[in-house]
DNA sequence: AGGCAGTACTG
DNA sequence: CAGTAC
DNA sequence: GCCT
């Protein structure tokens, strides 16, 4: 009775607010992106295999409590707790965002090898010189505009990345600031990409007659693939955006009516939007109209084989089942800012996917790649320490650490130099910032003058400190395993622990053997080839065991990491299959959600893809999956008679063993997994603390819960498609993917 | 001073 | 139930 | 470690 917990949560108000995505960002990006090779790989964002998109994720537990449609309404019904909250009428993100510089501008030395020089210490940077010049010339642009400098646009929010600030007025209420936030940084990329090609124009003149003939672009909503030069990007998306036409940034954008990309083997989820080569937009200026797509077909690449795995299978149709509905109807889109007026003339413009039936995971976009960390002097010791603290001291240690993290991610976000830590409270990095004291601000002050952490020097000193950082390394351990082993076992490393393995196999959990195991091979990244790769292993099996079903990719692979620690991925059957099972998915094997995901595995053990377990239940499995050896990997059997002639085995250099997470969800559910497992870990942090706070619901990663008291209730009034309709019902504005990152 | 999400799987 | 991971 |  007494465990009572009347949790009504008290959360951090601020830490969302910091997670939250800040309007800088975008800008910064595209600039780094100009100091980094340029043959770099660009970073996709997202991949949605298959058909299916909608979904999200949560993993808010199932509240024991579930009672089934009780409830009525959108709205949250209070209870008559203590705990209840004010319920602010939160007025919803709205347009109060300021504009206004970067705050601080740094002072700094630039020695000539390129470290730099911080309170008599010259840190070596793992960038060059050219980056500290750029990050030189940042500051003083920001000084420039902080001190009048053209006011970047005239009450407008969204003109452009550059420039765009928050406001960070900490009196203001948090919920607030972090509605503005969110709000803000959906509005980049909404309008984005047109403002982003040409980020001086004005907007897509909404207002000019619709029929002009001049503006024949206006039903095109266009989004470019990330292959498509960013100089031919930019000449086509003015060209587009000048007649009329919007240019999207998301390809997850509803409103998008074509994907404008060099590749045949593109692929993305919207089914409205139509695949075309970027000629079909030069086509279409050259001649002053539209003109069918049909005659401009995505266009080859040159000889560029698609990645093998993909292309390997014979590919089922996956590409549509679910989705082979009216298009929708162009006007319908969305409640978007471009209103995509179908118009007569182009007939059947907006039509149903018709896209490619196979081919690689592929669609990618600029990359949000991190930029480039101009303050590791600061965040690598914070870094350290956090590490020791959470993996180390464990327990309550790991909020300290978190919050270290979060300071940490924060500066190393900065596009400035770091000399004072004065510059980091201005507008505060984080909510802690803003406060008059905080440990982890002195932290940094010592870091400034000293170089060094009294604090991280001594954990460091201690004898077992080392030893359990490395062994909670092991997939499996964690530090209590850890000191265990150090304390009782005498180990210190892995290879003593593999010694100890060895002879007394008892001494560890069978999923802690394949952590040992796998020691190597789990630290290192997962390109992001690999990991389509995987995905696509897993496609195949799919669409043999149930076709129709979608598989998607979440993880920090959605959010456009180049790389990844893991591959995340996440099923969903078709609400045919849902309703009838293979009568309702012809050419399904099984007839249950639960029956999907043990029969996938089935298929991916034998073909030698999955290797072990980790943790199996009947829609959700850990474990362990590699690329199957080459020879296996025969060149497409072209369903066109082309025949592939044997084995064009690509060589995966070294066929690392990965960790791979496989779930099966309801489309129903989907929306809120996807959100869930797209992360990041504090962007969710921020969204269940919002959920909670402004609309006393608990999210998960199967829906809503709303909280009563100490008990909950599923939210089923309300139809969730995509992750926007969560956001929605939340009153934020959508984020997309990569910009979750925080 | 108490809370920081809450669950699923393993042993 | 503790430990671990998500 | 920081917020309520």
Partial sequence: MDKNKSRRPKRDAQELCASIPSASPPRRRSRRRDLRDPSATPDRPFQQLGTQATANTLVLGLPASLRAGDLEGGQPVPTQTQTQLPKPSLALPTQLIEQHATSSFADVDVESEGGVKVGGDTYDFEHDEEEVDEALRRNEAAAARALGGEPRNSGGIERGDEGCVLNHESS????????????????????GGAASVNPDRDPPAAAASPGDPKRFFSPVVAYFAPEVSKTRRGILGDRITERGGAVARDVNDPRVTHVLTTSTTYRHWNPAARLVSPDWA???????????????????????????????????????????????????????????????????????????????FACQRPSTAAPVNLN????????????????????????????????????ERLDFVVTDVEQLCD???????????STVRDKIRELLATGKLAKLEELK????????????????????????LHREDGVSTVAQLRALAARQPGKLSANQHVGLRFYEEFKERIPRDEVEALAGHVEDAVAAVCPGCSVTVAGSYRRGKTSCGDVDVLLCPSEEFIRGGSQGA????????????????????????????????????????????????????????????????????????????????????????LLYFTGSGYFNRSMRTWADKAKGLSLHDRGFNLVRGNDMTAVRDAKFRDERDVFEYLGLEYVPPEDRSV
């Avoid at 948090?174 to 940084?185: K, N, Q």
């Avoid at 590919?315 to 006007?331: E, F, I, N, T």
């Avoid at 362990?624 to 296996?632: G, I, K, M, N, T």
Wanted: aromatic letters at 4%; charged letters at 25%.
């Fill in 427 to 437: 507008p505060p990095v984080t909510p802690a910032f803003a406060q008059k004291t």
């Fill in 282 to 360: 030069q086509a279409c200026i050259r001649a002053g109209e539209l003109r069918p797509e049909d005659e401009h077909p995505p266009a080859l690449t040159g000889g560029v084989n698609p990645p093998a795995s993909l292309s390997s299978s014979p590919l089922p149709p996956v590409a549509s089942p679910m989705r082979l509905g009216p298009p929708p109807s162009s006007q319908d889109a969305s409640q978007g800012h471009v209103v995509v007026d179908s118009g007569s003339g182009a007939d059947g413009l907006v039509r149903p996917w018709l896209g490619k039936k196979r081919g690689a």
């Fill in 172 to 191: 203001r209420s948090p919920y607030r600031r972090l509605a503005e936030m969110v709000a803000a940084a959906s509005r980049r990329d909404v309008d």
């Fill in 376 to 411: 590791p002097h600061i965040t690598r010791p914070l870094e350290e320490l956090a590490a020791i603290y959470e993996d180390v001291l464990g327990g309550t240690n790991a909020y300290k650490a978190r919050h270290h993290k979060q300071v940490a991610g924060a500066v």
């Fill in 586 to 673: 012809p050419g399904a094997t099984v007839d249950t959600v639960e029956d999907i995901l043990p029969a996938v595995l089935a298929r991916l053990r034998t073909r030698g893809v999955v290797t072990d377990d980790l943790s199996t239940g009947t829609v959700s499995w850990m474990g362990v999956a590699r690329l199957p050896d080459s020879r296996e990997r025969l060149a497409p059997t072209t369903t066109d008679g082309a025949e592939g002639d044997g084995a064009v085995a690509v060589v995966t250099p070294k066929r690392l063993h990965r960790r791979m997470d496989i779930k099966t969800y309801t489309p129903d559910e989907m929306p809120f997994a």
């Fill in 461 to 484: 000193r201690k004898p077992d400190v080392e030893a359990v950082l490395e062994l909670s390394g092991v997939w499996g351990i964690g530090t209590e395993t850890a000191r265990k």
